[in-house]
């Protein structure tokens, strides 16, 4: 790798934001409406719903916290993954050996037996062992009930990755998005697994769709979200793409952004690294030139 690049990507990884820096305290939980709980403090956000033969879980959380989440949980015998990132799928292993059916994407259980480079972080993720794959999967959208509560769930399509899933819970009025709504931050957009801008602003005007003015809209991280706060956020993202798009329209690459500040103008609203955005987003739109109208 030329030395230049390496430690190019050096700086962007020191100074990407490890979300396993708050996986550190024991897991909490809040009460979202009768039946639904939140479980903060194990790797993304869970939601946990309890029924008279056991629970489900939207996202199980990362693997140091499994059995604190089953403590938590009691009798896991369904588990949806919203995308395979290992702070939502890190305790598949251990619910499966709780004896819980484990629901995904067909994209994301095919990315989990892949290895996969997050060369901006300098990561290599292996492939993962069999039994934390998930057991059942589907291509758009599907229904089920659970101990009488209807749920629902489907496919965003190229967002945060290309196997981006929300469930919906339309009785309690809870939206769980997963990571396609990073509100209040520049996003890390996970190109090698097909995220880029352009698909997480659809996810959201897919969430969109499906909320009402009262729906508890449930991010991986970071605090339950109204709609009006998931449509600030698209028309920030609006805004963060048109930027990047002008400047690569003027010849910019990734470091000419990143050495010009281009985002100077959203650092004080957005908490997270410009740097990392600039470069997993630049990439991500390379992937989609066509889509922008061809760029040179």
Do not use: Q, R
């Given at each position: 790798m030329n030395p230049q690049r390496r430690e190019f990507l050096r700086t962007v990884a020191a100074l990407t934001l490890s979300r396993g820096a708050f996986a550190e305290s024991a897991p909490s939980t809040t009460k979202l409406t009768e039946r639904l709980t939140l479980i903060t403090g194990a790797g993304n956000n869970i939601v946990s719903l309890a029924g008279d033969s056991g629970t489900l879980l939207v996202d199980c959380g990362d693997a140091p916290h499994a059995q604190a989440v089953l403590k938590l949980a009691g009798s896991v015998k369904t588990v949806f993954n919203t995308h395979w990132h290992l702070e939502s799928t890190g305790a598949n292993a251990a619910m499966?050996?709780?004896?819980?059916?484990?629901?995904?994407?067909?994209?994301t259980k095919l990315w989990m037996t892949q290895e996969i480079i997050h060369d901006w972080e300098e990561k290599v993720f292996p492939p993962r062992a069999k039994k934390a794959l998930p057991t059942e999967t589907f291509?758009?959208?599907?229904?089920?009930?659970?101990?009488?509560?209807?749920?629902?769930?489907?496919?965003?399509?190229?967002?945060?990755?290309?196997?981006?899933?929300y469930v919906h819970f339309p009785q309690s009025?809870?939206?769980?998005?997963?990571d396609v709504v990073q509100a209040g931050r520049l996003p890390l957009l996970d190109f090698p697994t097909g995220g880029w801008i352009g698909g997480m602003q659809e996810a959201h005007r897919t969430l969109l769709r499906l909320a009402n003015d009262t729906t508890k809209i449930v991010p991986a991280t970071g605090n339950v979200l109204t709609k009006a706060e998931v449509q600030a956020n698209l028309e920030t993202l609006t805004k963060l793409r048109e930027q990047l798009v002008k400047l690569m329209k003027q010849g910019m690459g990734v470091k000419d952004m990143i050495a010009a500040k281009a985002l100077k103008d959203f650092e004080s609203q957005l908490a997270g690294d410009p740097d990392a955005f600039l470069f997993t987003a630049y990439r991500g739109l390379w992937a989609h030139v066509r889509e922008l109208g061809g760029i040179v």
């Open positions: 499966a050996d709780a004896g819980a059916k484990i629901t995904a994407h067909v994209n291509y758009t959208t599907g229904k089920t009930t659970f101990s009488g509560e209807p749920v629902e769930y489907g496919l965003m399509p190229i967002a945060h990755t290309d196997g981006d899933i009025n809870v939206l769980v998005a997963g």
